[in-house]
């Protein structure tokens, strides 16, 4: 499967925005989904996850109650909309998908799109 992630883009403290992330082939149901996010000079990090139905979403601590993520399989298509934006979620935001593992580990994804920026200003 190839994915593809937009909807970056520079945005003020306090904003929202929302990541599309676009997935190619007839087998996008069958895929955990996930959003992880690389800062400079940082490791990537886990974002958030959802399950092949949208029925169970997980979040990483730092983004919890101000993220969510969804998906509709109807358009092959997860989204992340990101509220209560703060300058440290700035970072290179990737979507990935999963074969087996419903996870918020980088190991366990098996396909990557290719990252869209954030940028939040203070």
């Known amino acids: 499967v190839q994915l593809q992630a937009s909807g970056g883009g520079l945005v003020q403290t306090g904003d929202s925005l929302t990541l599309s992330c676009v997935a190619s082939?007839?087998?996008?149901?069958?895929?955990?989904m996930g959003w992880f996010r690389q800062a400079p000079g940082k490791e990537r990090a886990f974002v958030a996850a959802?399950?092949?139905?949208?029925?169970?979403?997980r979040y990483g601590d730092s983004v919890n109650g101000r993220f969510t993520i969804s998906r509709d399989n109807a358009k092959n298509t997860v989204y992340l909309q990101m509220r209560s934006l703060k300058p440290e979620d700035t970072a290179v935001y990737y979507c990935?998908?999963?074969?087996?593992?419903?996870?918020?580990?980088?190991?366990?994804?098996?396909?990557w799109g290719q990252g869209t920026q954030v940028t939040v200003s203070s």
């Open positions: 082939g007839r087998t996008f149901s069958s895929y955990f």
């Open positions: 990935a998908a999963a074969r087996t593992l419903y996870s918020d580990a980088i190991s366990d994804y098996d396909y």
């Open positions: 959802i399950t092949w139905r949208g029925s169970s979403t």
